[in-house]
Structures are given as C-alpha cells and as structure tokens.
C-alpha cells in the first residue's frame, strides 16, 4: 500500500488519511488503490464496523492529480478511480468522514456516499468537473439533483460554484461544523458510536435507507461511459493544458 495513504486501526473503527499534503493530497491511481484495499478489508471484516476519511495537511484533496490524469490509458472501467467509485458505494461498513479545507471533485462527490461527514470552518466544496472539460461522476448527477434540488445542483454541478461551510450544512451535505482542532476526536467518536450498535439490525436498516442501488448503478456506468469520452476528448485536453499554463482555457 501506498505510504500516501495511511492505514490506522481505532478498535472497531479502520482510518484511512490522505497523507500527500505537498500535493495537497491530490489523488494517484495508487492512493485510490490504497482506499479501495482499506474498504474492501472493511467489508471482509467482522471486526471492523466503521471506516474513518481523514486527511493531512491543509487541504482535504485537490481531487485528481491531473498529471497522473493526463497520460490515463486503457479503459477506463477497470482504472483505480472507477474501483474507488464502485468501493465506497458498495461499503457495507458506514464510512464517517472528517473534511478540512478545499474538498476538490472526487472529495466533494465522495461525501454524498458516506454516512456521516464533518467539516472545519474553513470548508469548501467544489465540483469543477465542467470547467476542466469533464463530466462529473461517483453519481452526482443523480444524487445531487436529488438531495439539494436541480438549482442548486446547477450551480454546484455546471456553474461549479463553490459551497462553503454554512453553505455546505444548509444543503445537508455536512452534519455539522467542528473546529480544527477538534475535528478528528469528534468525527472518531461519531464513528466509534455507529462501530458500537447492533451489527445486523445496523446493516439492515442502513441497507433499507439507502433504497434500490440498481438505479445509481446504471446511472454510474453512464456517467462514467461519457466521463471515459470526455477525458480523452479536445475539452479536457485544452483544459488540462490551460491549467498547467496558467490560463483560462479556449473552448
């Protein structure tokens, strides 16, 4: 496993922390393996019930790290970011996660799949998906426009605005606000509280409230069959090389 990627044992509660903070953790094919390797032993697990998201530094993830996403290859499908898609919405452990900082992409369309989330004061999320010639994925095209209304979806999805803390609790996207300092022993015992309930009944009923996953199933393989054109696409490209030079791309 990846040293980017941490693997940290809290009784009944497995952590994994993002632990690339020079790239402000930034995601690698490897670091989304890591992930998937942690949740998979979650799932596989009777003495794991719940699974801990942190990070270091002073950002949360950057999303994609788009040098490594530059030279993508090969399908898609069987890539480490569509394992990690498939990975967290098929956790059977609930997943708590602890957001500081610029929750890039990924980091922001991850947390609509976790169980609980709680974020600093200084929380941003973002889904820039469009504006770098891409199209967003891990079901927020469905699930957005579901729990925050098709507006507001709209802003977050096409306009890529950016939600800030207040913003982020008002759309019920986080539980609550902690401060820094705290954020990590709190969003802990709130995953140590859903490792302590009653196994199966726990299962069942997070089972039912989730509902029929056959629907974001094939809304996932969609999204990820027109992001696989996207990404290799004259968009992504100019967008890709406008932000490694600096500039607003030409579309």
């Known amino acids: 496993m990846t040293n980017h990627v941490l693997s940290i044992r809290h009784g009944a509660v497995l952590e994994a922390r993002l632990n690339r903070p020079e790239k402000k953790n930034a995601l690698t094919g490897a670091m989304y393996d890591g992930i998937v390797e942690m949740l998979e032993q979650a ?28 030279s993508i290859s090969g399908d898609l499908a069987t890539s480490p970011q569509s394992r990690f898609v498939r990975a967290i919405t098929s956790a059977t452990k609930p997943i708590v996660a602890a957001v ?25 999320l973002s889904t820039p998906f469009v504006e770098m010639g891409l199209v967003p994925e891990a079901g927020s095209t469905l699930l957005f426009p579901t729990y925050i209304g098709l507006q507001r979806a ?85 967008a890709f090389t406008a932000f490694f030079e600096k500039r607003k791309p030409a579309f």
């Open 154 to 238: 709209s802003a977050l999805l096409l306009l890529g605005e950016t939600l800030d803390a207040e913003a982020a609790v008002a759309a019920g996207l986080v539980n609550a606000i902690v401060s820094a300092d705290e954020l990590h022993a709190y969003a802990l015992e709130k995953a140590q509280a859903l490792a302590s309930k009653a196994p199966e009944a726990f299962a069942v009923a997070r089972r039912l409230m989730r509902g029929n996953k056959t629907q974001l199933d094939a809304h996932m393989a969609e999204e990820g069959e027109a992001f696989g054109r996207a990404v290799r696409g004259r968009e992504a490209r100019e």
């Open 100 to 124: 500081h900082g610029r929750a890039v992409g990924i980091g922001t369309t991850m947390l609509l799949h976790c169980d609980l989330v709680y974020g600093t004061p200084d929380v941003k």
């Open 43 to 70: 799932n596989s697990s009777n003495s794991i019930r719940a699974v801990l998201l942190t990070a270091e530094g002073s950002t949360f993830t950057a999303g994609n790290d788009l040098a490594e996403f530059m």
